[in-house]
Each structure stands twice: as C-alpha cells, then as structure tokens.
C-alpha cells in the first residue's frame, strides 16, 4: 500500500514539475541530490564500519556474554519463558547494547539473529511469543543512551552541535521504551 502512495506523489511531482516547465531544475536537483546522498553515506560507511567491527570484536572476547550475564536480571523478568541458557538472551543482549549507543544498523544483525533463535521457541499455532512481541516492541522504541548515529550525521551535515540531541533523544527514547514495554506485558497477561 506504502508502495503505491510513494509512487503515486512522485509521478504527481514529476509531472507537475514537467507541466510547470521545471524539468531543468528537477533534473539538476536530481543529480545534486544524489550525489550529496552517495557523499553521505561514504562519511557514515566508515562509522558503521567501526562500531559493526568493535560490536563482532566485543562478542568474540566474551564482552557480549558479560553483558548477558549482568542484564540477566532484566533478561529474566522481560523473557520469563527464555530458559537461563537460551542463545537468544546474547544476541537480545548484544542488539539492547548496539541500541543503547545508538548505532542503529549494527544493532541490525543481532536483531535478526535474536528473532530468529526466538522464533525456533514459537507456538504451535504459528503465532508469535510473548518474547517474540516484547523484542520487536523494545527493537523497535530502542532506549538511546548516546544516539551515535545520529549525532555522527548531524556533524557530516555540518550542524553547529551535533551531540545538542542528546538529552531529549534520551528522555523521547525512554518514555517510548517504558511504555512499549509496559503495553506488551499487559496485553501479555491477557
């Protein structure tokens, strides 16, 4: 549906812009803003490349796994049906962690590998879990700590204080983990 609606406004644009005599301008700013968006993503690729590196170094010394062992308190009260040596509380772990920095896409991978281990515990039925509901509804408020993405995107745009957005994206970002959380374990209970 998405699909149709973001292609239904660009051929509007287009040929709005056509009919109005601007086919000049939308072409130049087509190719502007193209290459502004390929020079964007080289000065976010290397950040990404970074923080994805230190998150696989963190997990093969073990950092990953003192993490589960020190959110297993959390763990165990917002996964009750995860068992003490279920492989998805690491990859819950590790994607809670890249979240809490705000990395964004290199929370990506343990987001998947944690959904999947999850959905190898779902219900007969086909439907998902209650743990499988309570870590997409988490994922997807993700509580920010420091939201490195987004302050390393402020500074490549050239924003006169990129890390400004640090306060309120944790206060939004709490408030908006609370009450997913609280949701998903009331509709849980039902």
């Known amino acids: 549906m998405m699909n149709a609606v973001f ?3 660009c051929c509007t644009g287009l040929v709005w812009g056509l009919f109005s005599g601007r086919a000049a ?19 976010l690729g290397g950040g990404f490349a970074l923080w994805c590196g230190a998150l696989q170094i963190l997990e093969e010394a073990g950092a990953i796994g003192a993490l589960c062992r020190a959110l297993a308190p959390l ?6 049906s995860l068992g003490e040596d279920s492989p998805a509380r690491g990859a819950i772990a590790e994607n809670f962690a890249a979240n809490m920095l705000g990395l964004g896409n290199a929370a990506t991978p343990a ?13 007969a039925d086909g439907a998902a879990t209650d743990a499988m509901c ?9 509580l920010q700590l420091f939201p490195a993405t987004v302050v390393s995107m402020r ?11 640090v306060l309120p994206t944790l206060c939004a970002t709490a408030v908006s983990t609370l009450a997913g959380g609280l949701a998903c374990a009331a509709l849980a209970r039902r």
């Open 111 to 123: 987001g998947v590998r944690a959904m999947r281990l999850l959905s190898e515990e779902k219900r």
């Open 134 to 142: 309570m870590f997409l509804v988490l994922n997807a408020s993700s």
């Open 155 to 165: 500074a490549a745009a050239g924003a006169q204080s990129p890390a400004s957005i």
């Open 7 to 9: 292609a239904a406004m």
């Open 75 to 80: 763990l165990k009260a917002l996964f009750p």
């Open 25 to 43: 301008q939308m072409g130049q700013a087509a190719l502007q803003s193209g290459a502004e968006a390929v020079t964007l993503a080289l000065k």
